[in-house]
């Protein structure tokens, strides 16, 4: 280990160029999806990726609260991101601080730019992404949840979202960085995107890369969606399995 001031520093890659949890670079944490997961939502889905757990539900459309923030020709799409006070190992104060506040906003725009909300005027579509358990990546956990919880309650859209983070820990680029490498690393990329067109609908970055590397991040990125897009389609494709009713016989 190495040290920045009093802190140590995990090696994150080996000699053999494996992480701390023993995974390469371009793999992805254990990912399930869960859709249908509330009875009194409009739409609902868990996610557990990896040693995070979030929960989304989804409200809507319904009536605008507070109603000078409604809209005559469309739905305003409105998400609250939060992260239990327990959801971390130093215990963090309830409520919505700022960066609960950024990741909100972020998410509503990527969410609204992908959903019809044209044909829902002066309505709300409201979203709550709930972190139970987090260790790094849960806006794109969020994102990923939030996208199943929509596409259960029915509200129409482009395409379902997957959203992943990239970054660089010991000068590689890697997917998926967990709490240790997003502390430790040189970079973070959180990223969503729609996978048909492969339009970005949301992209940050802490850290700095090169643009080769910036590239790299990105192809992998897309690659790390793709995955994610399997499971949320094959979370939804189980949900409604389970709930079709059995083919009844017919008498001759």
């Known amino acids: 280990m190495g040290s920045v001031g009093a802190k140590e520093v995990p090696q994150l890659l080996d000699a053999q160029g494996k992480r701390i949890d023993g995974r390469g670079l371009e793999e992805l ?9 509330l009875r009194r939502a409009d739409g609902s889905a868990r996610v557990e990726w990896g040693d995070n757990k979030v929960l989304a539900a ?44 950024e990741i909100s906003k972020v998410i509503s725009e990527a969410f609204e730019s992908v959903l019809f909300v044209e044909e829902y ?10 972190v139970l358990q987090a260790n790094a990546g849960t806006r794109c956990a969020g994102v ?18 997957p959203a992943v983070a990239v970054g660089k820990i010991g000068g590689q680029i890697a997917l998926d960085l967990k709490k240790e490498e997003d502390n430790y690393g040189e970079a973070d990329l959180p990223m969503a995107l729609v996978p048909r067109s492969g339009r970005l609908v949301l992209l940050q970055m802490e850290g700095h890369m090169t643009h080769e590397e910036l590239k790299r991040a990105l192809d992998l990125g897309v690659r790390g969606c793709q995955e994610i897009y399997q499971k949320q389609k094959e979370a ?8 079709a009713p059995a083919p009844t016989e017919v008498e001759a």
Do not use: W
Request: hydrophobic content about 35%; charged content about 25%.
């Open 144 to 161: 990923v949840a939030a996208s199943v919880a929509l596409a259960d309650a029915g509200i129409p859209m482009v395409d379902l979202v």
């Open 58 to 101: 989804v409200y809507g459309p319904r009536e605008v609260h507070p109603r000078h923030l409604q809209q005559p020709n469309k739905a305003v799409v409105q998400c609250r991101y939060n992260m239990a006070s327990f959801s971390v190992d130093e215990r963090k104060r309830p409520g919505l601080d700022r960066r609960s506040q």
């Open 29 to 37: 944490r254990p990912l399930s999806i869960e859709a249908g997961v």
């Open 236 to 243: 939804l494709r189980t949900r409604y399995r389970l709930e």
């Open 121 to 130: 005027p002066r309505t709300s579509i409201d979203i709550y992404i709930e």
